[in-house]
């Protein structure tokens, strides 16, 4: 059986960037594409923070439903999108070589880091990070796509904006004069990059399982369990990063208030063949230390 697989992306410029990345990959292994961009909720409402729109997957919903209604055979998502337990009858492919998981801080003009310092970003878990660290600056909310923000920023007063290094490189928009916050822990899959087909879908599993990378396939799955297991979504500050080195993995969560004053972390090393329950042994752990407690006044605070 030979068919023509349909790409499900949302329109933005870099969600068409990871798409064309499949197709192109897709297409030298000898398989027939195209490419069926659909607009999302998430890019539509630009006004309210992510975590206020109530929807779980807002990125990934609509393509959700596109591929149940059979409008398309696969969707790419930039997989710290995705919620951690896929709908019904859809399921994870391949997840692709993972680019950087860096978050960095876009100056805008020369930054003074003063008192009265005013940083953007519409991420709970990069406002609460930088808040721990500078808790006299205000963050200011910030959305839209890649350059929308970077427009938004340039015509601010702001200090600067916080921004994934992977999404400005893989666009070409990265500023030379970047700062990397290597203290700031990454959100969860953050950099990597996930191929999803319908369950029933045998000869587009079969297709793009071509494309899976171990690795990045092994830590993102680390990840998203310490943040399922956490019961984050969207919603509270969660950060995870893990990385392998040999034979070895290894990890570091953390767990913060919305206003950044209490900052739970959790860091370990384990052998590779222990990945699977590795991610929720991290949560478990932070958990007890006080994790429970916070996760449910963090949940009090969104009400």
Not at 103 to 108: C, E, G, Q, S
């Given at each position: 059986m030979s068919k023509v697989i349909r790409i499900g992306t949302r329109d933005s410029q870099l969600a068409l960037w990871q798409a064309q990345t499949v197709k192109t990959q897709l297409?030298?292994?000898g398989y027939k594409t195209e490419l069926v961009p659909v607009k999302s909720t998430g890019d539509l409402v630009l006004d309210k923070p992510?975590?206020?729109l109530g929807i779980t997957g807002i990125f990934t919903k609509t393509l959700d439903i596109a591929m149940l209604n059979g409008t398309v055979d696969i969707a790419v998502h930039s997989m710290k999108d995705v919620p951690t337990l896929l709908p019904t009858g859809i399921v994870q492919t391949a997840v692709l070589e993972r680019a950087s998981a860096l978050?960095?801080?876009?100056?805008?003009g020369e930054p003074n880091f003063e008192d009265h310092c005013a940083i953007a970003t519409g991420s709970l878990r990069r406002k609460a990070q930088w808040l721990h660290r500078y808790p006299e600056h205000q963050v200011v909310g910030l959305r839209g796509n890649v350059n929308t923000r970077l427009q938004k920023l340039q015509d601010s007063p702001w200090q600067g904006a916080i921004f994934a290094k992977a999404g400005l490189e893989r666009i070409q928009v990265l500023p030379k004069n970047y700062m990397p916050l290597d203290w700031m822990i990454p959100a969860p899959s953050q950099g990597a990059m996930v191929v999803v087909?319908?369950?029933?879908?045998?000869y587009c599993k079969e297709a793009t399982?071509?494309?899976n990378v171990t690795n990045a396939q092994i830590c993102t799955h680390i990840e998203r369990e310490f943040l399922r297991v956490l019961e984050g979504g969207c919603t509270a500050p969660i950060g995870a990063i893990a990385t392998i080195n040999e034979n070895e993995i290894h990890f570091k969560g953390v767990l913060l208030s919305l206003d950044g004053q209490i900052k739970l972390e959790v860091e370990r090393s384990s052998s590779i063949d222990q990945y699977e329950t590795f991610g929720r042994i991290g949560a478990l752990h932070l958990l007890e230390q006080?994790?429970?407690?916070l996760m449910e006044s963090i949940k009090k605070e969104m009400l």
């Open positions: 297409e030298a292994l992510l975590y206020e978050d960095i801080l876009v100056p805008n087909a319908l369950e029933s879908d045998s399982a071509n494309l006080g994790g429970k407690e």
